[in-house]
């Protein structure tokens, strides 16, 4: 089946500090969801971004399709920011998702 | 958000004692999952549903069985449950977008404890 990496496993700012998530994934893809876990265990769904870029906010997503990567860009870090971030895939309509393991971040204040 | 709920919120049970959890929508989304969430493994897909009466197996079925008698509830059983099915359990619905794909929503999890 499809693999998903993300990295860095674990991630350490300062407030204030920006930083960028990344997301490789072993196939074509044609669904890929970002999605933050805060400290009391909620996922939220952060972006449907199979391809091109988006923006929410402090948040932005990024996904090269062909290169079969995205990214996940946050700047201006709070602390409420903290928590585990999830890259999310599948190869087609209907397929299973697919979560990577995950990048935890921790925003010190 | 997604109205979802899952029920029980926390459960502690013992070896080999049969354990279902529920999940209810109310958002009429075709498709459900439920995940197991473990330190170092991030999300697994047990089994999902793409319609009525309509599952398949994910990563780690083994343990588990589902059901779906209805749109808006998915069962998750174990049958005879062991302790390496202690672990926080995930449902999620997917709202269909435009190009077929759907969107995940998630309920608020489930923390099982098996003794």
């Known amino acids: 089946g499809i693999q998903v990496e993300q990295s860095p496993p674990d991630l350490i700012l300062q407030e204030g500090a920006n930083s960028t998530l990344r997301c490789n994934f072993s196939d074509s893809v044609n669904n890929l969801q970002w999605f933050h876990q805060n400290p009391w265990g909620q996922l939220i769904n952060l972006f449907y971004i199979p391809s091109g870029t988006k923006q929410n906010g402090r948040l932005s997503a990024t996904t090269v399709a062909t290169e079969r990567y995205s990214l996940l860009y946050i700047s201006s870090s709070q602390t409420t920011d903290s928590g585990v971030y999830f890259c999310a895939v599948a190869r087609n309509r209907d397929d299973k998702i697919i979560f990577g393991k995950g990048t935890r971040l921790h925003i010190l204040p | 958000d997604a109205g979802i709920t899952q029920s029980p919120r926390h459960k502690v049970t013992e070896t080999g004692t049969p354990v279902t959890l529920r999940c209810h929508q109310t958002e009429n989304h075709r498709y459900m999952y439920w995940y197991r969430q473990d330190p170092g493994h991030g999300l697994r897909l047990i089994h999902y549903s793409y319609g009525v009466k309509d599952t398949d197996k994910g990563e780690v079925s083994d343990g588990y069985s589902v059901s779906r008698s209805k749109t808006e509830d998915f069962l998750l059983t174990l049958e005879s449950a062991t302790s390496s099915q202690t672990s926080v359990y995930f449902c999620?619905?997917?709202?269909?977008?435009?190009?077929?794909?759907?969107?995940?929503?998630f309920g608020s999890g489930t923390q099982l404890s098996v003794l």
């Open positions: 999620a619905t997917g709202s269909r977008l435009g190009q077929g794909n759907e969107k995940l929503f």
